[in-house]
């Protein structure tokens, strides 16, 4: 089944959790960690989650020198994710070290690695901006594939990316490459800070892997029914 991760943009443990405690008997519960939550609370939250059953994803988006980042990655997988992030623009180098120190960390600790999934271009950046103020020429769509198989042919397991990307992504990089798409609203929801969005029924036509959603769930009258509502859209109605 295709995971909805909800993305606990939370300020703390207790809010966070207490969020979540309606949740309680849902059947493979999978949440986004990001920094706000982590840089808080750190290590414990993911214990808490994890003590719970629930997959956690954490969304740290490693970018770094090399040695950094494999040294990072190695703690990181000690923790016992399921999924965690890393820049594809930190190059071929620092993908590698990225797998590397995943490898390292869950023989060290006997878990089982987390998938490494490489962001292209955030979901928040517009090709204006990616023009302009970055000063990389051509279409969004040219750098989020360049990027996806640099991410592919150094390690990765996918690509963090719009859900309007996978497509091409699956013909020009890899068909069985995981493609996590955030930037997911519903219909009648406002974009916010992003810019390339799609609803969960669109995400599932273009070949979404799992999907990130945070706002549309965490401030919906009925958090639980719209997270079920969402996770049967992505699955195609299946339980």
Avoid at 61 to 72: C, E, N
Avoid at 114 to 136: D, F, H, M, R, Y
């Amino acid at each position: 089944m295709k995971p909805v991760f909800i993305a606990l943009d939370f300020a703390d443990k207790k809010t966070a959790i207490s969020f979540l405690e309606p949740f309680a008997n849902i059947d493979h519960l999978a949440v986004k960690i990001g920094m706000e939550l982590f840089y808080k609370e750190g290590p414990s939250i993911v214990k808490e989650l994890r003590s719970r059953g629930i997959e956690v994803f954490l969304d740290l988006k490693l970018h770094d020198i090399p040695h950094t980042v494999q040294q990072a990655a190695k703690q990181i997988s000690q923790l016992d994710v399921q999924y965690t992030t890393i820049h594809a623009l930190g190059g071929s180098k620092m993908i590698q070290a990225a797998r590397l120190g995943l490898d390292e960390g869950a023989k060290a600790s006997g878990n089982i690695a987390p998938k490494l999934l490489a962001v292209t271009q955030l979901t928040s950046t517009s090709e204006e901006q990616l023009n302009q103020e970055e000063q990389i020429n051509g279409k969004i769509d040219d750098s989020v594939t360049h990027l996806a198989n640099l991410a592919h042919d150094n390690g990765t397991d996918g690509v963090i990316c719009s859900a309007l990307e996978d497509e091409f992504i699956h013909q020009k990089v890899n068909a069985e490459f995981i493609c996590i798409n955030p930037g997911i609203r519903l219909a009648n929801n406002n974009k916010d800070d992003q810019q390339r969005v799609v609803t969960p029924e669109k995400a599932r036509q273009l070949g979404a892997y799992g999907i990130v959603v945070g706002r549309s769930i965490t401030q919906s009258d009925a958090p639980v029914k719209t997270y079920q509502d969402i996770y049967n859209t992505l699955n195609g109605g299946q339980n």
